[in-house]
């Protein structure tokens, strides 16, 4: 499989010189061998035979992508590829368009491909803590709730008026929330609903942007006043039999794995990120209040007064904070033992090169390799590579065709790799 998906990408090279079979099959296999000893052993005769039949071999051994950094393409979607998920395991990735498709991260095979038939294409997606369900919406205010196992789907429509599209979902291990800018449903795994509501105290200037779930009466929304050059934003913390004060912000927001702590640009005409964390006060073993309190602003990077913040983002050890800005990225280490800096590391894009923001908080992505040398970031179709160290950017990869929509790190294990989709219709697996 994997020589197939090299002599594939490289087809239209060998189908003008096929005599370059051996330098394509080096320059993108070379990643591979350090755990495949037939993939060593082919690129070996490679090497050594292969100037025999060609003189242009591989300087760096190692092709532009996508080439060597590549180890998968996926490619089955007949539309872009919106969103993708990896399960809590890391041995599974879902993907959607207008279909849901179910890839295999150790082989890159399809497993599972299911077409809902739904108009239009599906915005989000999101799968429950135990993997077994996952769920999307589409621009037509339909949602999907598909069973992981058995492929069996719900098409649920829209609950609420035609004039309230649905803007989020979120899904736990027996529950899915759908919300429009103004309410919100709960509904069973059968697809039924079981309750609508609407969030109290909360004026009409605020639309919900986003909801987090533990269960019906415990989540977090956060709000947005609706309009795009407005970039306030509001929290809302929801515990039964809690009033718990709300927290104004602006730009952007983010919290670790456990939402014991936040991180968000709380002052007025400042990108400087603060760092609160959820307090709650128990008196005789029962907890009668709660709030998020103010614990300290983060060190500040260049120019953060004028430069807008569109993104932050935990990584997936919650050891990273990493800041997405109109202009590069920012990266903050939180290892109390050996950090790479004290201060914010700020990661310049080149001149002619910017950040966009696709929704408020949500821009390009950026990762830390798992042996913290290296970032990694997707802007436009390409990957940007800075060493985090000097902070010098140290390279530009061709990654798609197409505009990147959405990068996400796995670095779990032995696995140091970034994964990219695209509206060119494919996933990309990068070493």
Not at 52 to 68: E, F, Q, W
Not at 393 to 408: P, S, T, Y
Request: hydrophobic share 40%; aromatic share 10%.
């Amino acid at each position: 499989m994997l020589v197939a998906d090299a002599l594939r990408l490289g087809g239209a090279i060998l189908g003008v010189y096929p005599n370059m079979l051996a330098a394509q099959l080096v320059g993108r296999l070379l990643p591979e061998i350090g755990g495949n000893p037939n993939i060593k052993m082919l690129l070996e005769a490679c090497d050594k035979s292969g100037p025999k039949d060609s003189a242009l071999i591989p300087l760096n051994h190692c092709l532009h992508t996508p080439g060597g950094p590549l180890k998968y393409s996926l490619e089955g979607h007949q539309f872009a590829v919106f969103g993708f998920c990896l399960t809590s395991d890391y041995r599974y990735m879902v993907s959607i368009s207008t279909r849901f498709i179910t890839w295999d991260l150790s082989t890159s095979d399809l497993t599972r491909d299911v077409n809902p038939g739904v108009e239009g294409i599906m915005q989000q997606l999101v799968l429950s803590p135990d993997n077994k369900w996952a769920a999307a919406y589409t621009n037509n205010s339909q949602s999907v709730l598909l069973n992981m196992l058995s492929s069996e789907f719900a098409i649920i429509d829209n609950p609420f008026e035609e004039t309230e599209p649905i803007t989020g979902l979120f899904l736990l291990n027996k529950n899915l929330f759908l919300h429009t800018k103004l309410r919100y449903a709960f509904y069973d795994m059968r697809g039924a609903l079981i309750e609508k509501h609407q969030l109290p105290d909360i004026t009409e200037e605020w639309e919900l942007l986003f909801m987090e779930f533990t269960s019906f009466t415990n989540f977090f929304a956060v709000l947005w006043s609706g309009q795009i050059n407005e970039t306030r934003l509001l929290l809302f913390t929801s515990r039964e039999g809690l009033t718990i004060p709300t927290v104004n912000m602006h730009s952007v927001i983010t919290m670790k794995k456990d939402r014991s702590r936040m991180y968000c640009c709380h002052q007025e005409d400042l990108y400087q990120v603060s760092e609160f964390e959820y307090h709650e006060t128990v008196e005789n073993d029962v907890v009668v209040g709660a709030e998020w309190r103010h614990v300290r602003d983060l060190p500040r990077y260049e120019n953060d007064v004028k430069e807008t913040a569109l993104q932050l983002k935990m990584d997936q050890n919650d050891r990273f904070l990493l800041a997405s800005t109109a202009n590069g990225f920012v990266v903050w280490d939180f290892d109390p033992e050996d950090p790479i800096s004290e201060e914010a590391i700020y990661l310049a894009l080149p001149h002619s090169v910017r950040n966009i923001s696709t929704k408020l908080t949500q821009s390009n992505s950026v990762m830390i390799s798992s042996k913290v040398d290296y970032a990694v970031a997707g802007v436009r179709k390409n990957l940007y590579v800075w060493s985090v160290k000097t902070k010098q950017l140290m390279k530009v990869l061709d990654a798609h065709f197409g505009r990147i929509m959405q990068l996400e790190a796995l670095t779990i294990g032995t696995w140091n790799s970034v994964i990219t989709s695209s509206i060119d219709r494919s996933v990309k697996f990068g070493t």
